[in-house]
């Protein structure tokens, strides 16, 4: 299962970037990040501003990611057999399968904003289309994962 996390974590990356390098060729000059009630332009930032603004925040919430898995990788197993602690090895690789998760699914939540962003910046599906309903597959899937944790955390180690 591992591996296919960190196959899911890695793919959901580069698709990430990808997705946001083809927003970016599409969007106007001045890119609306806020509207009001009304519907007017709250915040507009460049272009540029926008793209490299973006691009640090997913790199960085991913190098954060990566750094936090390597050390929790890297952590001397205990003699310690049960228990919530990162020494005891069955939740020590728990908890490092549900980063991976966690780390993929904030990829997959900011492909979706970039996507939607693109569409209300370029009004390709009007009203938002299939878009707006897939808008609200992130939640769910950060219930679940929220979910996940706390089964990881409810179990009996001992």
């Known amino acids: 299962m591992e591996s296919f996390l960190k196959f899911f974590r890695t793919s959901s990356l580069v698709l990430a970037v990808g997705v946001f390098l083809y927003v970016y060729a599409w969007m106007p000059e001045g890119v609306t990040v806020s509207v009001d009630a009304v519907g007017n332009s709250e915040l507009i930032v460049t272009k540029d501003s926008f793209f490299f603004g973006g691009l640090i925040f997913l790199l960085s919430i991913n190098g954060v990611f990566f750094i936090y898995l390597n050390l929790l990788k890297n952590m001397k197993v205990g003699k310690i057999s049960g228990g919530l602690t990162y020494r005891n090895p069955i939740f020590r690789h728990e908890m490092i399968q549900w980063f991976l998760a966690l780390n993929g699914i904030l990829n997959l939540g900011f492909i979706l904003s970039m996507a939607f962003l693109a ?8 009203d938002g289309g299939v878009l707006g309903n897939t808008i609200f597959l992130f939640p769910v899937v950060m219930l679940a994962a929220m979910v996940w944790l706390v089964v990881i955390l409810s179990k009996n180690r001992r």
């Open 119 to 126: 569409s209300f910046n370029n009004q390709q599906f009007g």
